[in-house]
């Protein structure tokens, strides 16, 4: 069982679209991060919420942390071919001790057509 | 600043044989981990050290041993490899700040036990 649930597993969409990836979990957490993977790389971070109901901008993305800290939301207007990569939600859970040891979600495969 | 290395970038191994994944840091960080990534169930943690001189198991530790030679420096050893260790290898290393410890990841080592 997945701690982190992200949703959806894949999605492929126009060049222009918008779209909101989502990660959920019954868990808390006291920060999540968002990371993007291109193919035979590693994830790089884009991001890192830690207030409750946070909101971020990287430009065209959006970050949103829930208001009771168990699940994040990444928004992006109008998505272009470079958005294209594998995102990752990781939450480090209060219930771990450890801000260090991160949960990962099991990623959601992006897809930006031309 | 070459960030995060690992080598090899490509190993294939039969089962039995043992190995040793390098992985070496020069941003200064205390801690490094070791995840493994498999389709669909996103990066789970090996091992990972919180300083030098300390070593701590993951969510998935057997079958792995770790070797924090120095503050740069973090190996994993397959001691006798089997074919569910095929998986691609991320070494990490973080900072903290504040309360967050932000990932920086290697390119990885791709590991095929046949």
């Known amino acids: 069982t997945q701690l982190l649930e992200q949703s959806p597993q894949f999605l492929s969409i126009q060049e222009g679209e918008n779209l909101t990836v989502y990660c959920n979990s019954s868990?808390?957490?006291?920060?999540l991060q968002w990371y993007r993977q291109e193919p035979g790389e590693g994830p790089v971070l884009l991001v890192t919420?830690?207030?409750?109901?946070e909101v971020k901008k990287l430009k065209r993305l959006t970050f949103q942390f829930g208001d009771a800290r168990k699940d994040s939301s990444l928004h992006i207007t109008a998505a272009q071919p470079g958005d294209t990569g594998l995102y990752l939600c990781?939450?480090?859970?209060?219930?771990?001790?450890?801000?260090?040891?991160?949960?990962f979600g099991s990623g959601t495969q992006l897809t930006v057509l031309p | 600043n070459a960030g995060v290395t690992q080598t090899p970038k490509f190993q294939v191994l039969k089962t039995g044989q043992s190995m040793t994944l390098q992985c070496a840091q020069d941003?200064?960080?205390?801690?490094m981990y070791w995840y493994r990534q498999d389709p669909g169930m996103g990066l789970r943690l090996i091992y990972y050290?919180?300083?030098?001189?300390?070593?701590d198991k993951g969510e998935v530790p057997n079958g792995y041993n770790v070797s924090r030679l120095n503050k740069r420096e973090f190996s994993l050893r397959l001691e006798s490899a089997a074919p569910s260790q095929t998986s691609v290898y991320f070494c990490?290393?973080?900072?903290?700040?504040?309360?967050?410890?932000?990932?920086?990841f290697g390119p990885g080592t791709r590991l095929t036990v046949t």
């Open positions: 050290s919180a300083s030098e001189g300390t070593t």
């Open positions: 941003m200064n960080h205390n801690s």
């Open positions: 990781a939450g480090a859970r209060v219930s771990s001790g450890s801000a260090r040891q991160l949960t």
């Open positions: 990490a290393s973080s900072e903290r700040t504040g309360s967050i410890y932000e990932q920086y």
């Open positions: 868990s808390v957490f006291s920060s």
């Open positions: 919420v830690v207030t409750g109901g």
